[in-house]
């Protein structure tokens, strides 16, 4: 049996699963979010997003789907890491279709309050254009803040 324990390193063994295992798995995961603690599932989905970032994206659509899932939840709820991986999911198209302007959005509202994953992300959205117009000084500006440099 698989563990529901996942904030606290419950998806250790997802890249070695067999695909006969994933619904199983699935389930385990569904059981471990049927709570509404929502520190919990801010942490589950971090860890999940870590995860599902380790192995190739085609073995591992189904589990961004659930990251996806999880951030939406979590970002009802105004948690800050859930909107920043969200914003994440939309900007890379990872476990839904591409929205350059959900992405940023969501990911200018993280890294307001100090999400750094999503301070790196908006900086690449300033630089390249994506969800709003180009500039260089706001993209420069919150990547110094992603790497500590303001």
């Known amino acids: 049996m698989f563990s529901t324990n996942v904030g606290n390193g419950g998806f250790k063994n997802l890249y070695y699963l067999k695909e006969d295992s994933k619904e199983q798995y699935k389930e385990c995961i569904l059981k471990a979010f049927t709570d509404s603690?929502?520190?919990?599932?801010?942490?589950?989905?971090?860890?999940?997003?870590?995860?599902?970032?380790?192995?190739p994206y085609r073995k591992n659509k189904w589990i961004w789907e659930y990251v996806f899932m999880f951030a939406?939840?979590?970002t009802i709820y105004g948690d800050v890491n859930c909107q920043g991986i969200l914003g994440h999911c939309f900007l890379y198209a990872k476990g839904c279709k591409k929205n350059?302007?959900?992405?940023?959005?969501?990911?200018k509202l993280a890294a307001e309050q100090g999400n750094s994953r999503a301070q790196y992300d908006l900086g690449e959205c300033y630089y390249k254009g994506w969800g709003t117009e180009v500039n260089s000084k706001l993209g420069e500006y919150?990547?110094?803040?992603?790497?500590?440099?303001?």
């Open 142 to 150: 919150w990547n110094n803040k992603y790497w500590g440099r303001e």
């Open 100 to 107: 350059y302007n959900e992405a940023f959005r969501l990911l």
């Open 37 to 55: 603690n929502i520190k919990r599932l801010s942490e589950a989905t971090n860890e999940l997003k870590m995860r599902a970032s380790q192995i």
């Open 72 to 74: 939406k939840k979590g």
